[in-house]
T-cell receptor
Framework: GNSVTQMEGPVTLSEEAFLTINCTYT??????LFWYVQYPGEGLQLLLK?????DKGSNKGFEATYRKETTSFHLEKGSVQVSDSAVYFC?????????????FGQGTELSVKP | DTGVSQDPRHKITKRGQNVTFRCDPI?????LYWYRQTLGQGPEFLTY????????KSRLLSDRFSAERPKGSFSTLEIQRTEQGDSAMYLC???????????FGPGTRLLVL
């Protein structure tokens, strides 16, 4: 079946630290991969995506590369800010014959201290 | 473009009561998805529509749950005879079609007492 596993949180970092949030997946076929972010009191927002192997998604200084050989899509940022404090969700989109619904990981809470 | 909207944002009800939530997708988005998110977990798929047709329902969607999307625009999710285990955030998302990015609404937080 399809599943997503993320590193457990919470993750606490100092401002300007390097961030990695690990995400691995199990899927039939070739899913698209996503990172969504949920800021306190707000809805889910798409952060970045990659639709095929070796694609790199990037946005707001965050990056993730679709690694088919390791079935991973780790999120990275070189220098985090206090405003990056949020919950981050890795997700995959099921293939065409499975409706394209999103399968999410459990989320990783990031707290950035000044 | 006003984004996906959901109403109400919060709902408190007593066990056994019926509740109905509404989702207005981004205009011209023909796919509409419902998800449920419990505390500390990622969203879980409930059901989705292609225009007005409901194409899939998760096993999470018991027979107390029903969803509609008349005329392929807004959608409603009704929960009958609510139970405490139904307490969760109910999220709606829409997309232009299969494989396109899903955009989420702010969610409806349900608390069943």
């Amino acid at each position: 079946g399809n599943s997503v596993t993320q590193m457990e949180g919470p993750v606490t970092l100092s401002e300007e630290a390097f961030l990695t949030i690990n995400c691995t997946y199990t899927a039939t076929g070739y899913p698209s991969l996503f990172w969504y972010v949920q800021y306190p009191g707000e809805g889910l927002q798409l952060l970045l995506k990659a639709t095929k192997a070796d694609d790199k998604g990037s946005n707001k200084g965050f990056e993730a590369t679709y690694r088919k050989e390791t079935t991973s899509f780790h999120l990275e940022k070189g220098s985090v800010q206090v405003s990056d404090s949020a919950v981050y969700f890795c997700a995959l989109s099921t293939p065409y014959n499975q409706g394209g619904k999103l399968i999410f990981g459990q989320g990783t809470e990031l707290s950035v201290k000044p | 473009d006003t984004g996906v909207s959901q109403d109400p944002r919060h709902k408190i009800t007593k066990r056994g009561q019926n509740v109905t939530f509404r989702c207005d997708p981004i205009s011209e988005h023909n796919r509409l998805y419902w998800y449920r998110q419990t505390l500390g977990q990622g969203p879980e798929f409930l059901t989705y529509f292609q225009n007005e047709a409901q194409l899939e329902k998760s096993r999470l969607l018991s027979d107390r749950f029903s969803a509609e999307r008349p005329k392929g625009s807004f959608s409603t999710l009704e929960i009958q005879r609510t139970e405490q285990g139904d307490s969760a955030m109910y999220l709606c998302a829409s997309s232009l079609g299969q494989g396109e990015t899903q955009y989420f609404g702010p969610g409806t937080r349900l608390l069943v007492l």
